[in-house]
């Protein structure tokens, strides 16, 4: 008549038998933001700024690529994102001066031109 489900046997883990696949007790799995500099932390925020009133769909995803970032110099290469962004949605003079705020951010001692992406 009515035939029963095919078993599956179950595996269950030792957790306690098991070795860490850290070589440290507590080792972070996940870098996060609590991983990064209060610097790196000032930058970003400074980054989300400078897209201020750009159209919602691609300053969010302009915003996540910022927020995934773990150095300043993965920050200095999204620069030329926010111009092309602000340029379309307002002009090249508004771009530039958002370019140069941001350009403040970094340890820079020579002169620097216009953005010209």
Request: a positive charge; charged letters at 25%; proline letters at 9%.
């Amino acid at each position: 008549m009515g035939s029963q489900p095919e078993r599956v046997p179950v595996y269950v883990r030792d957790m306690g038998s098991t070795r860490s696949l850290w070589s440290q007790h507590g080792q972070r799995l996940i870098a996060g933001p609590a991983a990064a500099s209060p610097r790196l932390l000032q930058m970003i925020g400074t980054f989300e700024r400078a897209l201020r009133g750009t159209p919602p769909p691609a300053a969010l995803a302009l915003q996540t690529r910022i927020r995934a970032v773990r150095a300043k110099q993965d920050l200095w290469h999204l620069r030329a994102d926010i111009y092309a962004l602000v340029k379309h949605t307002y002009d090249k003079w508004e771009a530039q001066i958002r370019i140069d705020e941001l350009d403040d951010l970094f340890d820079s001692s020579r002169p620097r031109a216009p953005f010209a992406p």
